[in-house]
């Protein structure tokens, strides 16, 4: 594919991703963003495509996505885009792996993040999925890029692919798009469950060298040929 | 436009705003209402359209949303207006900007309401929207202008766009009343967040002059060139 | 209209009720149920309208709905009552003004009845549509007019719709179907919001008179001439 | 019908019964699976179906479903099996009467199996469905049989249809698919209700004798001849 075909068909995935955030009530309003490198296979370009900032969900075509740089500059598009670009730019600066990224306010991740307090990791479906606790990020103001390095600091020696921003919400990220969705939907699964949980009583620990093979054993079997 | 197409355009957004409120879970059966101002950018009509009342959400059309002045008298319409009618008048006498105005019963927002407690900031989508925390108006009955009055006495000097009258539930303003509908899906939001996070600990708090920092760009910055 | 007109159209109404328990999440698969009395303006008929037994929601037709006397015996249909049949028509021959009756196991209102313990009327929509609080009935056995028994003589003397029949859920009445579907959707709405607002402290008391006045108003003003 | 036709019929089953488990919001992305055995009325086949490992529910077709035989061993498909398959097999192998199992992370019953704790029976429609407590089953590893021998020895003396895996989630089984859908869907229900009644207080028991009635009328009278 030539690099606009490639940029058509990102546009199109991250368009439908988005609709997944409603899908799995991850979002209220014009909150959140999906973002997803462009050709993320190959060097032919540092690119990424990203929601524009504050248009209504039912609204969003891939016409309406736009397109940045990894430095957050606007590359192709009408509108403004996400006033968290700035973020996603840093991730895919710093961490070459990542192909995509999404940002929520989902309701009980949240509220973990708003105590910075990390989610303890006593279910077999979070060793499978983050292989171990989802841990918190700095608290960080929007306008600099105090949120991306938060985010990077957080995740790079971490298993987990989600970090919970204190007073914010989550940032997720994956090999593409889809990935850091799963992980969205996933991260407020897992802080649902422990949350209500830990309402009436402590849930039973999970050893250390279980959480290992369970997530080794996710990582490399499960799914047909992938783990996204 | 003429009066009547202005009439008749109000008509269709306030009719489309309630199956927002239904599409947010924000109301059931016929509780909850929306109003916004005819003309509200020119002087031509001292006028709002509302829902009529105990009208079931699947029957409405824009036909069948009254008309009213602003003392809250029936203008135009075949059905009695909303029994909060006399609220939202008040609120567009008294309150120039105000261009729409929304009422629920959402349910976390009205459990806070229920305690009479306020909504602490301690969430930067809290900052954004509402610049400090959800105030609490007092208890009034219906049927005079007291309702009106504590929505007025307290948003008057607030930076919130959301109130919770005790004991009843969230009444929430805005430019039009798409800014006032969103207003009403963010205070159930922030209502349900906090609430959850407050079950299990203590929410870290967020400084004064980052609340500011923070409402000062979302109010300014966000959105394409709007903060609806 | 001729008694098998009246069927007929009582047959229509309570199967397009029974899809109003689901779309207000008030059952889950069989559970759950809604009658009406046939020709309930006048004498000319002692039978109602009831789900059949055991039915999922997505099979019922009006065709499917069987039709009993007021001893519960089945007058017409293919198939047997509803097994809460009994119960519904024990309330139909104590309470002649009631034309309808429902029966659900909404989670709120039935972690409120496995307490035993009456939903406090501390929500001006609850002085509205109950008058007060929403009482406990006692807890009875299935098989003969226990059930009923219990329910006619919680509400017999209150201005409550509704009873919490304990460690099983609620029972709702009204003047037709649509009203008592009514009452279970607002039941279980006030058994959510004072849950939430207990979970973090006290709701502020509504003092009696006061919660006389709102009922009065909302029985005989709101709406469009009509309380349903 | 020969045993394609059996085969056909079941893939088709099973297909639509995971539709089910979104339907009743028992599952997130990929998560949970359905199986029923081939011709559970007949010793013709020793097979049951079940779903692909890690495909999404809207990508689900009848054809996609696969078969394996009682050892868990891949007999018919294109995909992998789910990687719960050796369990349900496990249950297939030593539960003669049992048609169908299911497994999913649903939150609230998945809540209470991180405590390791089982839910009590405080509701007539867990005596109804279950008879008794839903039980816990011990941790266990994926990847041997040692989950498919704790839900049978679990199960193999309660009237319990439900087990709730420590630290995993729930497994149901029944005499086919549905059945084992219904239960799922149940104790997801019986799990919320009891646990929102325990954060305010504590439920009031039934005694043994009662719900030992209760259990014997729903699972010998009720329905159309069917306790399905």
């Known amino acids: 594919m030539g690099i606009q075909d490639e940029i058509r068909a990102t546009r199109d995935v991250v368009c ?18 999906v ?4 050709a993320s296979e190959g060097p032919s370009a540092d690119l990424f495509v990203i929601k524009p900032s504050g248009v209504r969900y039912d609204e969003l075509t891939p016409e309406s996505m736009v397109v940045c740089d990894l430095e957050g500059n606007l590359v192709e598009g009408d509108r403004s885009p996400s006033s968290d670009t700035a973020a996603h730019a840093y991730v895919y600066r710093h961490m070459p792996t990542v192909g995509g990224v999404v940002h929520t306010h989902s309701t009980y991740a949240t509220a973990w993040a708003a105590r910075g307090e990390e989610i303890p990791c006593v279910l077999t479906m979070m060793a499978d999925e983050f292989g171990g606790p989802v ?30 921003m204190a007073n914010h919400g989550p940032f997720t990220i994956g090999k593409d798009g889809t990935a850091a969705v799963k992980a969205a939907a996933m991260v407020e699964e897992v802080a649902r469950v422990v949350h209500i949980s830990m309402q009436l009583g402590t849930p039973l ?12 054993r996710y990582q490399n079997v499960y799914g047909q040929g992938s783990t996204s």
Chains 1, 2, 3, 4 share one sequence.
Request: charged share 25%.
């Open 205 to 216: 620990p999970i050893a250390d060298h279980l959480i290992d093979s369970l997530h080794d």
């Open 135 to 164: 841990p918190v990020g700095p608290f960080a103001v929007i306008g600099d890029d105090s949120i991306g390095r938060g985010i990077v600091e957080t995740l790079r020696d971490s298993r987990s692919k989600a970090v919970l």
């Open 16 to 33: 439908r991703l988005h609709a997944e955030l409603i899908r799995w009530e991850l979002v209220v309003w014009t909150a959140g963003n």
């Open 35 to 38: 973002s997803q490198r462009v």
